[in-house]
């Protein structure tokens, strides 16, 4: 079974400060793993999706990798701003019919 | 936007109750998904849908049952509600991540059960 973990639950960082949340995984047989936004009171907004042949994507001042071997992902997140301020979940695609397992999210707090 | 749309977004009801919380999309994807979220255990996949009336059980299906008659609606049914389904559930549809594509997530139903 896919367990999925994100270090650390929470974070807080000054405006400017770029930072790295984390996110491991115990199958490395994925097809593709998933970084998501989370407001509070709303539903998920899909970052970044690195497929599994993929070490890495970008998308402005996000960029994820993905490790397969190590069973890891990582998200990283240049010259934070007070907007970034968000859970952030990782999702890995495993099995059959395209299902998701989740992390329980790393809450980010980006102060002025 | 995705369009997907989920109804009712807010929901107060009495232990022992059924509840039927659905969610309709306008983007005729495969795929349709009905997640819960809780405090500590993130989202947890209650039922998935990989086809009109092809359904099939995830890791939390005990005291839920899910149709799906049309392509674009999937519907989530607690047969008889507990506290312990308090939760805020959420829909997810694709058109099937085997490929690379993205899933896209509906706002949220908050059902509490009191």
């Known amino acids: 079974k896919q367990e999925v973990t994100q270090i650390p639950a929470a974070l807080s960082v000054p405006e400017g400060e770029n930072l790295v949340l984390n996110c491991s995984f115990t199958?490395?047989?994925?097809?593709?793993l998933q970084w998501f936004r989370q407001d509070p009171g709303k539903g998920l907004t899909s970052l970044l999706l690195i497929q599994s042949s993929q070490r890495e994507q970008t998308s402005g001042r996000l960029n994820a990798s993905l490790d397969k071997s190590s069973g890891r992902s990582t998200l990283y997140i240049a010259a934070s701003q007070p907007g970034d301020s968000a859970t952030y979940l990782c999702a890995a695609y495993t099995g059959t019919a395209s299902k998701l397992t989740f992390g329980t999210g790393t809450r980010l707090q980006v102060t002025l | 936007d995705a369009g997907i749309t989920q109804s009712p977004r807010h929901k107060v009801t009495e232990t022992g109750t059924p509840v039927t919380l659905r969610c309709h999309q306008t983007?005729?994807?495969?795929?349709m998904y009905w997640y819960r979220q809780d405090p500590g255990h993130g989202l947890r996949l209650i039922h998935y849908s990989y086809g009109v009336k092809d359904t099939d059980k995830g890791e939390v299906s005990d005291g839920y049952s899910v149709s799906r008659s049309k392509t674009e609606d999937f519907l989530l049914t607690l047969e008889s509600a507990t506290s312990s389904q308090t939760s805020v559930y959420f829909c997810?549809?694709?058109?099937?991540?085997?490929?690379?594509?993205?899933?896209?997530f509906g706002e949220g139903s908050w059902l509490t059960v009191v």
């Open positions: 997810a549809i694709s058109p099937g991540t085997d490929s690379g594509n993205t899933i896209y």
């Open positions: 199958d490395s047989a994925i097809y593709n």
């Open positions: 983007e005729n994807h495969r795929y």
